[in-house]
Every structure is written in C-alpha cells, then in structure tokens.
C-alpha cells in the first residue's frame, strides 16, 4: 500500500488533520490503538474563549474559533452526525473580587452578557451572580466513532498499536510492514513521550479526571462553570471536571480527585445528584503550552501534531490548516508552533 501520509493516532488531532489532508487530496492511511480513556474520550470538548481565574482570553482565540465553527459543521455535513453545538457558558461567579475582574476583562465582548434573569435559583448556590459567556462543544462521542467509520469504509483506518521497531525511514519516506508513506505524522497525545525520535521535545503532561453525574429534575443546554465544570451529556447527567496534576503514579483515577469534584459539586449545587462514572485522562501539553508541529530536523520523512493542552478542540482545526499547508505547500508555521523552537534550543 502506498500513501502521502501515514497518520498515528485518531484523537482530535489525528482526526483533524487526515480530514484536512484527506480534503486537500491527499491519501492518507491512519493507525489507532483504541484507548477508551485517551485525552479526546475523555474531554467534554468545551470552546470557552475564556480561560484561567484572570478570564483571560485565549490565545488566538478570534482567530482560530471561525476556523473551527466552518470544520465541525462540515464534518456535520459528511458524517450526518451532530458534531457542534454553541452553548452559553453559565459563569457561577465566586467573590466579590473575582466579580469585579470578570466584568472588566470581558465587558464590550461580543461573547458576554450579563444576564436578566436567572433560571437556576432553584438549582444553584451563586450568592454572588452569575455571568453569560457565549462557547460551544464538539460532541466528540458522535464525531470520533463516526470518522473512525468514515475511515474504515474508505479502507484508510488500521486498529493497532504501531511498532515502531519495524519503521524503516528510506530516501522517498518511510516504509512500516507493508505501507510506504512519503511521510508518518504522530499524532500520539500524551503517548508521545515514548516516541524516541520526538522524546527530547519538553512535554509536561497532565492528568485530568471526571465524573460523570445524574442530577434528578435539572435539565439545560448550558455549561455550568465555578470551580467545576457541568457539561450536559444526556438528560439529567452532566460530564463534571476536571482536575489537574502534573505529578500522578499513573492514569487510574483516583479517591482524592472524586473528593475534590464532589466538593465543588456540593458548593454549587442546592440538588442531589447521583454519581455514575468517574474517569482519567492525560492531556499532552508542551511546556510553552502551545501546539507542536513540524517534522523532525534531521529525518524530514517524520512529523509530529500535538501539545493541544488543554483545548484540544479549538485549537486542532486551524493548527490542522496550517500543518497541512506547510506539509502540501511549504507555508511556514508560526514559530510559536513550530517543533524548531525545541531544536533549536538544544543546540542553543
Ligand atoms: C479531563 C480532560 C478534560 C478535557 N476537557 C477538554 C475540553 O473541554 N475542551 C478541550 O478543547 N479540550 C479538553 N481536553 C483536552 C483535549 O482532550 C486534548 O487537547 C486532546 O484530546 C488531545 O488530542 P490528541 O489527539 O493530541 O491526543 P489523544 O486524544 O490522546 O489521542 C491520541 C490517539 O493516538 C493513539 N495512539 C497513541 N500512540 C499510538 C501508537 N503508538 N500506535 C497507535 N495508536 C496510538 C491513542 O490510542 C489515541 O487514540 C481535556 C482533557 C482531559 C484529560
């Protein structure tokens, strides 16, 4: 089998960039290991613009959500699945303090409003108001099975975990058992440390964990935000997350996280709710927390896309345009992107 692009891995990034490529003309062939808690089964695929305690907003934010909203709703058009869902982001404000800095950084913002009334009085502890933020998700569990189909029927999908012993990089690209490819694009999230031709880049991975919750009598369309985050999923049951912790023995979850998303469930919710799941995932974030691509200095035949931290999904459709332009057409990548600025370092 001959290919422009071997791809490994379909997570957002995986999936972003075989669909672009496959797009632009090229022939692509993809190989998964299914990990039913990789960082993309796990997220809830919020796009919020604005992030951190600061609401400070995201980094190219204006720039890369258009780019998002026209890529989802094509996938919508191709899979005949729902993949994009705009939804206001309820922000359950914690202080005074934090009050005050929500309204000075985000007032005059297209995607804020300060809301007249108040449909969660009922449901939710928020002694200190609440603000509208306008976000979206990407309902990954209906676009991440339905490209992986896609894939399958254009028989451009392997299910198994690469063997990287048996990749031979030659003078027209690589070969791995059967397949030549003119390029191998890992698109591996937080597996990547162990890929020894990208293991120098710095990544700083990130465990996050969920719950996954009833709520009996609380329906909405809203994400709910304070120190925890309510997705809805189904009727009653909301994705509930997450946490963080750079420093973890290994991907299980665990008793102390559950505590601390209980906790915040109990400080904002004035219902009971039920647990049903909880869950761990790891986020591949590079140190810079900004997205990693570009193909290896020395072996050009071997690229990588990753370091999508922790928003996966607004940043993969644009940082997949760009990659692919670079990848089809030699445009340059943003520095701030582009793997050169590990390299360079080193030999700095
Ligand atoms: C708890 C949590 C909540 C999150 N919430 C959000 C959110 O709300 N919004 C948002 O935008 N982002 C969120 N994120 C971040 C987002 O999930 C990541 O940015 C994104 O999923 C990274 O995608 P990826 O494709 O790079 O990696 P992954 O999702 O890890 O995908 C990598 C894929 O490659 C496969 N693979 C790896 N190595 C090999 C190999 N050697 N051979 C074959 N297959 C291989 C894996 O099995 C997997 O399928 C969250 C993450 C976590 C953990």
Known sequence: MNVDFLII?????????????????????????YRPNSASRIAAGVINPVSGRRFTISWLYDDIYPVAVKTYQHFEQLLGVPVFKDRNIWNVLPSEQLRDAFMERTSGLAYMQVPETDPYEQFLHQPFGAAVIKGATVLLHNLLPAWREYLKEHKSLREERIDLAALKINADGIQYKDISAGRIIFCEGAQTISNPWFNQIPFLLNKGEVLRVRIPGFNTEDIIKRSITLVPQSPETYWVGS??????????????????????????????YEILEQQAGVRPSGTDRRPIMGLHPEYPALGIFNGLGTKGTSLA????????????????????????????????
Do not use: C
Not at 12 to 32: K, R, Y
Not at 319 to 325: D, G, L, N, P, S
């Open 9 to 33: 891995g379909q997570g957002i990034a995986g999936t972003l960039l075989s669909h672009t490529l496959l797009e632009a003309g090229a022939s692509v062939l993809v190989i998964d290991e």
């Open 317 to 348: 459709p644009a940082m997949a345009a760009q990659f692919a332009a670079y990848l089809l057409r030699n445009e340059p990548l943003q520095p701030e992107t582009d793997i050169k600025r590990f390299f360079n370092r080193r030999k700095g």
């Open 243 to 272: 946490t963080f912790a750079w420093d973890y023995p290994d991907e299980m979850p665990t008793p102390e996280k559950r505590e601390y998303l209980e906790a915040g469930l109990q400080q904002l919710l004035k219902v009971p």
